[in-house]
């Protein structure tokens, strides 16, 4: 019977390697702190508006616009928390 031998760290196990190789990936962006809906309505024309608000610093939005309730519920960036980040990149 042959003999079982542990796989060594240069053994490739990945079924598809050129997908998971690390050189070809972009590098991971960090998406920051992000504003949530905190009251949602609709215009009399029909568009829908929000107000969004900061969990961690409490930056409060005015009415924005949006084009569907998906797009208000994704979020969008806290300016206040994500000032200091962008300040430091340059």
């Known amino acids: 019977m042959a003999e079982r031998r542990e796989p ?3 053994d490739n196990l990945d079924l ?3 997908l998971l ?3 070809e990936r972009a590098p991971r962006v960090l998406r920051g702190q992000l504003m949530h809906v ?4 609709e215009r009399e ?3 829908r508006i929000c107000v969004m608000a900061c969990r961690r610093c409490g930056a409060r939005s005015g009415w924005l616009p949006f084009k569907s309730a998906s ?3 994704r979020g969008i960036p806290c300016e206040a928390c994500n000032a200091p980040a962008t300040a430091n990149k340059q």
Not at 38 to 41: K, L, R, S, T, V
């Open 38 to 41: 905190e009251d949602a309505g």
């Open 21 to 23: 190789s690390k050189k």
């Open 8 to 10: 060594a760290a240069e």
């Open 16 to 18: 598809f390697p050129e």
């Open 71 to 73: 797009e208000a519920k």
């Open 45 to 47: 024309d029909g568009q």
